[in-house]
């Protein structure tokens, strides 16, 4: 009997673990934040959503720290880019493309759907697991592995063929989005034929027998399928937008800078280029080595091309900061926090400098300035621990505590999280809306440790 069940728990188990992969993929990757990448992200999905009939901001776009070329939805209106489609993009356009292919998933509730195809996947395979143990009880075991066979084959195919249809669907989709916000599908074709170039570099096969067996349509019947689409739309020779290319060779570069090593870097992007990207990712490289006068003498050279492009200025400010000059990085962080109306990721670091200098005198305006970036964005971990430190120093201990909470829930400490949530409430105002959220920080700290609990 145990032999019997092997084959279907093998199929439970995955389909679980392609459930799993679906519903929390970002558990174990890192996010990265940057302003200037989020604004980037957010202009090029605004155009689609709004196209998808949905309001400017309804989606948000997360870039996480992956060097694989890929970008997914996990439920929620929420679209994940790893850093490697980033970095193996060429155009502002191609990422553009990708992102409405996710789109479509969204729309199209595909995530939801996800546990309906495999829902019917379980349904064969236990049907026919019933069949085959029918026929081994009645004196057949042959006959009945062979149906429990072919009943796990016709699951396994029966949902592979479910994603395919999501896949193809999500392609039409953002074919449509991309023509009704007048976009070129230009992009979304050489993405898609950079992804079929890495199919046959690893030796993927191609051939119709092989796409059976695959999650998505084989890529060069995609391919040859929207091309018939967008060769015949308006759009197709729209010039994509000069200013999103320029500003996304920049943001490349940057997060190139950030991520790969110093030698990497200043190899890609050698001190005879001159250029905007090429500098952006040197400062970052020479920061990374210590090489302070070098990382500022890229920003200045920045900074005199765009005197008030803040994300100029917030680097400089970064580079002062973090190589023990805080007094002078409050200028540069400033202005930064300023042109940009104070978004809660410049101006926690104008928060942080703030604190810095050691000076009393400025903890109010650091708390000023700290609360109102978490107010409109509470995810910002360092944020929450640096109002905590402003807290602390003014003797307000349950807010501190408070603050700590939020730090470390976020930061996967649900332990410690819950001592401090448990503190703040005991010495703040009973009914207050920190008394209020100190509770709630609680309930999210004990969900975190019974998620735990159940994953060992």
């Not at 009645?138 to 062979?146: K, L, Y």
């Not at 019947?221 to 689409?229: F, Q």
């Not at 400098?353 to 964005?377: H, K």
């Amino acid at each position: 009997m145990r032999a019997l069940l092997r084959p279907l728990s093998r199929l439970l188990a995955l389909l679980a673990l392609s459930a799993f992969a679906l519903a929390q993929p970002a558990a174990a990757q890192d996010v990265l934040r940057d302003a200037e990448t989020e604004a980037l992200l957010q202009q090029m999905i605004d155009p689609l959503a709004a196209a998808a009939g949905l309001q400017p901001g309804a989606v948000d776009v997360v870039l996480l720290n992956d060097p694989s070329i890929n970008a997914f939805v996990a439920g929620g209106q929420r679209i994940y880019v790893h850093s490697g489609l980033i970095n193996a993009a060429e155009s502002a356009n191609e990422v553009q493309g990708v992102l409405a292919h996710e789109l479509g998933h969204i729309t199209g509730g595909h995530i939801i759907g996800y546990s309906q195809g495999a829902g019917k996947a379980t349904k064969i395979s236990a049907l026919s697991m019933l069949v085959g143990l029918a026929a081994a009880l009645a004196g057949a075991p042959e006959a009945g592995m062979g149906a429990m066979a072919l009943g796990q084959q016709a699951a396994i195919g029966s949902f592979l063929q479910f994603s395919r249809t999501q896949e193809a669907s999500a392609d039409a989709a953002g074919a449509e989005y991309l023509s009704k916000a007048g976009i070129t599908g230009k992009g979304s074709l050489a993405f898609f034929k950079k992804l079929q170039n890495q199919e046959f570099r690893y030796g993927y096969s191609q051939s119709d027998e092989a796409g059976f067996a695959r999650t998505h349509p084989l890529t060069g019947d995609r391919i040859s399928r929207l091309e018939g689409v967008y060769e015949k739309d308006p759009a197709w020779n729209t010039p994509p937008d000069a200013d999103q290319q320029r500003r996304f060779l920049a943001i490349k570069a940057k997060l190139y800078g950030y991520l790969a090593t110093p030698a990497q870097t200043l190899n890609a992007y050698p001190e005879t280029m001159t250029g905007v990207p090429a500098r952006y990712a040197r400062a970052y490289a020479y920061h990374k080595e210590a090489r302070m006068d070098k990382a500022l003498a890229e920003t200045e050279a920045l900074i005199a091309e765009e005197p008030d492009n803040p994300y100029f200025l917030e680097l400089q400010g970064q580079v002062l900061l973090e190589s023990g000059r805080p007094g002078d990085a409050l200028a540069p962080l400033r202005r930064a926090s300023e042109l940009t109306h104070f978004t809660p990721l410049i101006a926690s670091t104008f928060g942080h400098a703030l604190i810095a200098t050691e000076d009393s005198a400025n903890y109010p305006e650091a708390e000023q300035v700290l609360r109102a970036a978490v107010g409109r964005d509470r995810e910002i971990p360092f944020a929450w621990y640096q109002l905590g430190v402003v807290y602390a120093a003014n003797g307000d201990m349950p807010r501190a505590r408070l603050a700590s909470a939020e730090q470390q829930v976020m930061t996967g400490n649900p332990a410690e999280a819950l001592r401090s949530a448990q503190a703040a409430e005991r010495g703040l105002p009973e009914g207050s809306p920190d008394w209020i959220r100190a509770q709630d920080v609680e309930l999210q700290a004990r969900a975190q440790l019974e998620r735990q609990k159940d994953r060992k």
